[in-house]
């Protein structure tokens, strides 16, 4: 089972958004599963049935209404966002025993694992999704399944300003505490082009990919 990875770099949000929807809308049963590895310029977004009264204080960072699920969230440089273009319809249809919950789970998990390796202990909620470590919310988020196949994915803090997530209710969540890796080992190590890597090799080990191509943009 082959897996492209997309290294985008840094991108407009509402840019690679719609080029996920396309990505989707136009692949088929043979289409490669896919991973997009990218940061945003600094972004609010809200998701499907995301609430106006999320947004605590107006500022000049733009929100975008998004089609995903959950809250608002806050993406900004310093923070990896994994997008994962998956046929969950065709996993099934191979004989896997797999569905929208358990994309959830191994993407958690792929977080879990990555924080592991650098001595972080972290743990998902039941009731609302991501990780976090000792209560702080290290890493978002939200998924939209069209035609069977999902995109979005997860947004891990790495080495970012997390101010901007005090003008909202991360997530929905009145005084949730948002925290990120470079709170917890050297500013050195925080680095997102060195974290992806783990994220992508844990992702693709849940999942079962056995066969994985790098590709820039």
């Not at 005090?166 to 997530?171: M, R, V």
Request: hydrophobic share 35%; charged share 20%; net charge negative.
């Amino acid at each position: 089972m082959e897996l492209i990875v997309r290294q985008l770099g840094i991108c407009d949000y509402q840019q690679t958004w719609h080029e996920m929807q396309q990505f989707t809308d136009n692949r088929n049963a043979s289409t490669t599963d896919e991973i997009w590895l990218v940061q945003h310029p600094a972004v609010f977004t809200q998701g499907q049935a995301g609430k106006p009264e999320h947004l605590l204080n107006p500022t000049n960072i733009p929100v975008v209404q998004s089609d995903r699920g959950g809250q608002i969230t806050y993406h900004g440089l310093g923070q990896q966002v994994m997008y994962v273009l998956i046929d969950i319809k065709r996993h099934k249809a191979e004989g896997r025993d797999f569905n929208v919950r358990q994309l959830v789970t191994a993407l958690e998990q792929s977080v879990v694992k990555t924080l592991a390796d650098y001595g972080i202990e972290s743990h998902p909620k039941a009731d609302a999704p991501g990780v976090y470590v000792n209560e702080k919310k290290i890493c978002s988020l939200g998924l939209r399944i069209r035609k069977g196949c999902s995109f979005h994915g997860l947004a891990l803090n790495i080495n970012m300003d997390l101010s901007p997530f005090k003008n909202i209710n991360p997530c929905g969540y009145t005084g949730l505490e948002m925290c990120q890796l470079k709170d917890f080992i050297n500013e050195e190590l925080a680095d997102c082009d060195k974290v992806s890597p783990k994220l992508v090799d844990y992702f693709t080990q849940i999942l079962g990919y056995n066969s994985t191509q790098i590709v820039n943009k």
